[in-house]
């Protein structure tokens, strides 16, 4: 009997299996696979957020336009609100009857990316993805660039999976896509490649870097050609900020922006809460979260309404009086608390923005009026501002730092740009544990570090993953038998012992620069000579205390000793046998 013929999607894996076979029987570099694959889904990203723009266009044309319109100037107080209902209830209603389950943003795609091998489902993204634009469209509060990064990562991760590719890969793809997303959605792709490095992967590994930089770049330009060049805001540059201010009163909006990211992240999962809490039937809720929106809206007279991509009027930057722009930041914190909380869908990433300029502009209007005889520019200080929220909010400072100075490309602001990240996230970490993502998760009894399960390494032990095997010399070894054991180790270093006990550590660079750059003296060092102090863990300590050691010291190896004191020698824990402990733990969980 003839065998069945094999079906499209068999036919295409069978060619994908022979053309994986074909490139690795060439030993081609990885990372210009990952090179090549990551340009691809940059393309695809761009597209996708070009897309997910004509979308909120769609829904902005319907429900602001061909209804607003409808009605009469003197009833548009009345309508909005009712508007804004209409989109949340909307949005709402695609959520629920698809049954998407709740998620499908950032932390999810940490989630994803840490505990199921960068696996992210595409339909539910796509459902959030119009969600979002329905959101945004009828006029609520969400951001615009979250939702974009999640389709770009989840494009990312579609194509990991059809081409069945290694987990790592995958995650790294995953990386790739969101990285796409955001530089397309801000014109800016230093701020798209640093935020997956730091976001979603939470690795700035070598491995990791080249193809989230080459997806980023290639998302933005994708983007640009169909949306153009400008930048994502037009504000002027000025001259250099004097030292006085730096030093002085730039500090104080950082602390002020610690303080604000403390009570927005409060008021966003306060306002789940509450939402939770709610009697009546479901719908309930995002009725009365599109009514509460749609209100503030109008008492800002649309300064307020969200209604597309970088919704940030230019009147927050510093044209508007100190204590109005501070009203607006408190009522931008109560109006994205209520969208999200009450059944809109979309990002955080602008109502962040938004907050920080706002904030930013009302102090800096403040301090000009103290110091009339100093070039302080209010608008200046709404720039640097918004960094600030982004670092205390979503605890992304290296994120917060280059995307502000990409999209000003002011040299001048970056000492008063990195002082007031550095202090807000600093004085938000004083009140509040966590951030919008991280928080999102640790309610949800995800506990995550670096792009890993923070349970799961603390729980697991040095003992779980360390090496007994690993070479070692005696404090008396010659450089020459140091050398011929450094050619058998598989580690970055070798330990150093003097009757059993750790004497310290000899890398492989300390190797290297004995024998070329000590002469005649190479011939008479000894191991005692070449060893270093190191840090150590003994078999008892989590893997998260020997990661955070590792990373402290940018060291890839730590010993293992039987305690800190006595420092008898047990073994050798790497950070590639740690993250493989951690993968296997992590594969039966699943």
């Known amino acids: 009997m003839p065998e069945p013929a094999p079906t499209v999607r068999e036919t295409w894996r069978r060619r994908w299996v022979r053309f994986v076979g074909w490139v690795e029987a060439r030993d081609w570099d990885e990372g210009a696979i990952l090179m090549a694959v990551g340009a691809a889904i940059g393309v695809s990203a761009g597209l996708g957020v070009v897309g997910f723009y004509k979308l909120i266009d769609g829904a902005y044309f319907v429900f602001a336009k061909w209804l607003g319109q409808r009605v009469e100037p003197l009833a548009h107080a009345v309508t909005l609100p009712l508007i804004t209902t209409a989109g949340m209830l909307a949005a709402w209603a695609l959520v629920r009857h698809t049954r998407t389950p709740e998620g499908q943003n950032v932390p999810d795609v940490q989630r994803a990316v840490a505990k199921q091998g960068g696996e992210i489902p595409s339909r539910p993204v796509v459902i959030r993805t119009i969600a979002s634009a329905l959101t945004l469209g009828s ?6 660039e979250g939702p974009v990064a999640v389709l770009g990562a989840a494009t990312g991760s579609a194509v990991g999976r059809l081409f069945e590719l290694r987990a790592r890969w995958v995650k790294i793809l995953v990386g790739c ?53 400008h930048p994502a805001f037009a504000v002027p540059t000025f001259g250099e900020t004097p030292a006085f201010a730096i030093v002085f009163l730039f500090p104080l909006l950082g602390v002020a922006c610690g303080l604000v990211s403390a009570l927005y992240v409060k008021a966003y999962f306060g306002a789940l809460d509450i939402a939770k809490r709610i009697p009546g039937p479901p719908a309930i809720v995002p009725i009365i979260g599109g009514l509460i929106t749609g209100a503030i809206v109008v008492a800002s007279r649309g300064l307020l309404v969200g209604n597309g991509h970088l919704a940030i009027p230019p009147e927050v930057f510093g044209g508007t009086a100190w204590y109005l722009l501070i009203a607006l930041a408190l009522a931008k914190i109560v109006c994205t608390a209520v969208t999200l909380g009450f059944g809109g869908s979309g990002g955080v990433f602008t109502p962040t923005l938004f907050i920080g300029a706002a904030l930013g502009g009302g102090i800096g209007s403040v301090m000009t009026s103290l110091f009339p005889g100093l070039p302080l520019h209010p608008q200046r200080w709404a720039m640097v501002g918004m960094a600030g929220l982004v670092a205390g909010a979503a605890r992304a400072p290296l994120t917060a730092m280059f995307m502000v100075f990409e999209l000003t490309d002011d040299y001048t602001i970056v000492p008063a740009l990195m002082l007031v990240t550095v202090l807000s996230l600093y004085v938000s970490r004083r009140f509040v544990a966590y951030g919008l993502y991280d928080g999102w998760l640790e309610r949800r009894g995800e506990h995550l570090a670096h792009g890993a399960d923070r349970r799961l390494l603390e729980r697991m032990r040095a003992s779980d993953a360390m090496a007994h095997d690993a070479p070692t010399v005696d404090v008396t070894a010659t450089l ?7 050619s058998r180790a598989r580690h970055s270093a070798i330990p150093v012992l003097e009757e059993g006990r750790l004497a310290g550590l000899i890398s492989y660079e300390d190797i290297r620069d004995a024998l070329l750059h000590r002469g005649e003296l190479a011939s008479v060092l000894l191991a005692a000579d070449l060893a270093t102090p190191v840090d150590v863990v003994t078999p008892g300590d989590s893997l998260r205390v020997a990661l955070s050691r590792m990373n402290a010291r940018a060291v890839d190896a730590i010993p293992v000793v039987d305690s800190e004191q006595d420092r008898r020698y047990l073994g050798v824990l790497s950070r590639a046998d740690l993250l493989a402990a951690y993968e296997r733990e992590l594969a039966h969980e699943i």
């Open 139 to 144: 006029g609520a509060s969400a951001g615009s």
């Open 177 to 229: 896509g969101a990285a796409a997303g955001i530089a397309g959605a801000f014109n800016a792709p230093f701020a798209g490649a640093f935020f997956a490095l730091e976001e979603v992967l939470g690795s700035f590994s070598v491995g990791a870097f080249s193809p989230v930089v080459v997806s980023s770049v290639v998302g933005a330009v994708t983007v640009r050609s169909f949306l153009g060049t």
């Open 480 to 486: 020459a038998t140091i050398a011929a054991t450094a």
